[in-house]
């Protein structure tokens, strides 16, 4: 496996000046040759008008930069539909999804983008409980404790490495993602994520990042955590490989 470049997939509804901000901070910190692409996926109800001028405004800049930029509307609902939405979209060896929020810190992209180029087969991915790492202010009081407990809540239930299961910053082969059957199409997916991974035997290792701003997840939605959480616990992890569901249609 080669490192060759990434897709970076930025899902969109409401943001404008952050997202113009993200974009061009992409930009000016990442080498252009290592970006294949920025894949923009915006919603047929929930990208506002002024979040799809931003979007026709960083087309020009992002192009002007020697970087592809496609621009996609989600047919599957929620944050989760748009996020495997750009990753079927996606042509880069490597994908990283971001927020546009400027909620994620980039100062980590060319960080994970380097350890990519050095260890290309390897899931890399930005834990906010590591040393030099820290949540954002949404996280305050009852919010932050109940992410904690979460977390411990899941590594007790999915034995591994990583310190942070809900955050779905990372740079990874896409084709690690297109070998699993994806069932979120919630905020729910970046946990989906992890856990199939590790379910798969895929290691993840982490560096350590802050979320800045708040968070788009509310209380239904981290609940929802929990049964999903139990069920790919115990679902056979056959149960969610292409690969051996297509082996069983034809056979």
């Known amino acids: 496996m080669k490192f060759e470049n990434a897709s970076v997939i930025i899902p969109i509804t409401r943001e404008t000046s952050a997202f113009e901000q993200e974009v061009s901070t992409i930009l000016d910190t990442c080498n252009p040759a290592d970006l294949k692409e920025f894949v923009i996926v915006t919603s047929p109800t929930l990208t506002t008008p002024g979040a799809r001028e931003s979007v026709q405004k960083m087309q020009a800049v992002s192009l002007a930069n020697g ?5 996609l509307e989600q047919h599957i609902p929620g944050m989760g539909g748009a996020m495997r939405e750009g990753l079927d979209a996606a042509t880069g060896s490597h994908v990283i999804i971001q927020c546009a929020d400027q909620s994620q810190d980039l100062s980590c992209m060319p960080k994970l983008i380097a350890l990519a180029k050095e260890h290309p087969e390897q899931i890399y991915s930005v834990s906010r409980f590591l040393p030099g790492g820290g949540l954002g202010k949404g996280y305050d009081g009852l ?18 490495a990583i ?3 809900t955050y779905c910053y990372r740079i990874c082969p896409v084709t690690y993602y297109r070998e699993v059957v994806w069932e979120e199409t919630m905020h729910p997916f970046a946990l989906e994520t992890a856990l199939k991974f590790i379910r798969l035997g895929r290691t993840m290792l982490e560096i350590p990042g802050r979320q800045f701003g708040g968070t788009q997840s509310g209380y239904r939605e981290t609940l929802l955590y929990l049964p999903l959480s139990l069920r790919l616990r115990f679902t056979p992890v056959s149960n969610f490989q292409k690969v051996q569901i297509a082996e069983e249609k034809t056979s």
């Open 67 to 71: 970087v592809p930029y496609l621009v």
């Open 143 to 160: 919010k932050g404790l109940w992410n904690r407990l979460s977390q411990k809540y899941l590594k007790l239930l999915y034995p591994s």
């Open 163 to 165: 310190t942070d299961y």
